[in-house]
């Protein structure tokens, strides 16, 4: 991309004034679960998932793409309880295109993670191969990843959340692990060829092929609070899946926090990446959504998206939601590890190109001179970290009489202008 010529971009941007702003904490319900490790290998026990293995079954533990709280952890310890039992587990890696949609982009994406080889205990085995194993009532194939299906058994792991584009009774979860993540390209591709106002329906018919025909030997569900915490560890027989899903979804959504905020001039995000959400962020914690098939939460006129996460190896999928961004994100997007995923999901929206501004000051500023409020100044700007970091945000000197009107929100410092370095970016971490 050529050096842009920001001359009359400046003039128009400069005169732009922007808020001063408050740092406030916001409390949430936190259901936690203190011992994780524990918590995992007494719910396999209760559920008896490791008793009923044999003595040297090969046994595919998945692995999901998402920032989970504990993940690694609690592969390791499902990896040891079942390594216990006389199997032998490995790890694949269950992310339908994700990775830029190769084994090794997929392996990268785990180890960005940390989830490795020696922090699991475990080999991963990692490929885009896949078999067919069945067919829906509606007659589309079921492709499972190869190496999963000639496992003596698959145990499921995955959080349990409302999904970022569609509303159904199994969103994202283990359902959706078993359609998409374990579906790979194939999978994932011809679950989204019809739309998302069909993922509903074609996640649970898949889903329900893999659960008769594949050698799922249970799952292990977990649920988070709104402070990215383990709020809940459950281990399920396959037959216990399909009807508890849907319950843990429910208290999951419960938990989500959301911005309190409503309507949102300027919206801030400092950072998105496959790390935190599968579109960057939460849509369904700010309420910006790529498809018309998911609503809910505030209205936001105007998004900033500032940053990319290191984790996400240049995977911007989700920038195209927001109306600017800086230079310093769009030097980080790889169109080869973007691309993947809109061309799975048919949804170009996710990944379109912002108006791309070359300072964090600029983009801001953008956002409050197109906002469409006539005083400028009393501009309704609210900055988070990202959308897994709820706690702690900023907010506009003009939303302060809102914000002292909620129990749940305390104002946590004097009111400070937006502080940029030289190069006009301001430090991660809205609100720390």
Do not use: W
């Not at 180890?111 to 080889?117: A, D, K, Q, R």
């Not at 973007?338 to 983009?363: E, F, G, H, Q």
Request: proline residues 6%; hydrophobic residues 45%.
């Amino acid at each position: 991309m050529p050096a842009q010529h920001t001359s009359s971009i400046s003039r128009i941007l400069d005169p732009v004034p922007l808020p001063r702003v408050v740092p406030v904490t916001m409390s949430f319900e936190r259901p936690r679960v203190t011992d994780v490790e524990a918590a995992v290998r007494q719910a396999i026990d209760r559920a008896g998932i490791a008793a009923a293995v044999a003595p040297g079954a090969r046994i595919a533990v998945t692995a999901g793409s998402r920032g989970i709280a504990n993940h690694s952890l609690v592969i390791a310890t499902a990896v040891r309880a079942l390594r216990a039992a006389g199997a032998d587990p490995f790890v694949v890696p269950a992310m339908g295109s994700h990775g830029g949609a190769t084994a090794d982009g997929q392996r990268a994406l785990l180890e960005g993670m940390g989830i490795t080889e020696a922090s699991v205990g475990a080999p991963i085995e990692s490929s885009m191969e896949v078999v067919r194993i069945g067919t829906t009532p509606d007659g589309l194939p079921v492709n499972m990843d190869r190496l999963a299906s000639q496992a003596d058994g698959i145990l499921l792991v995955n959080r349990v959340k409302p999904h970022v584009g569609f509303r159904g009774r199994y969103e994202s979860g283990l359902f959706k692990m078993m359609a998409i993540g374990l579906g790979k390209q194939h999978g994932a591709g011809l679950c989204h060829d019809l739309g998302f106002g069909q993922m509903a329906r074609n996640v649970e018919s898949i889903a329900t092929v893999v659960l008769r025909e594949a050698p799922v030997i249970g799952a292990i569900a977990t649920v988070e609070n709104a402070y990215h915490e383990t709020a809940l560890v459950e281990a399920l027989r396959p037959e216990e899946i399909a009807g508890r899903e849907p319950e843990l979804l429910e208290e999951a959504r419960r938990l989500l926090p959301v911005l309190p905020f409503d309507p949102v001039d300027v919206l801030v995000i400092d950072r998105i990446g496959k790390d935190i959400s599968g579109t960057g962020f939460d849509t369904n914690v700010i309420g910006r959504f790529h498809t018309p098939y998911a609503s809910g939460g505030p209205e936001v006129t105007r998004l900033v998206i500032l940053d990319l996460t290191e984790v996400s190896h240049g995977n911007a999928n989700g920038v195209g939601i927001a109306d600017f961004t800086t230079r310093r994100l769009y030097e980080k997007m790889s169109f080869e590890d973007t691309y993947p995923n809109s061309l799975t999901s048919t949804v170009p929206i996710s990944v379109k190109l912002p108006m791309v501004l070359d300072t964090d000051r600029l983009a801001i500023k953008a956002a409050v001179r197109t906002c469409n409020i006539r005083d400028k100044s009393a501009v309704r700007l609210v900055r988070i970290r990202d959308t897994l970091s709820m706690t702690e945000f900023e907010i506009s000197e003009s939303l302060v009489p809102e914000a002292s009107r909620m129990p749940a929100i305390a104002v946590a410092g004097d009111p400070r202008v937006l502080e940029f370095d030289e190069d006009g970016n301001l430090p991660l971490g809205a609100g720390h």
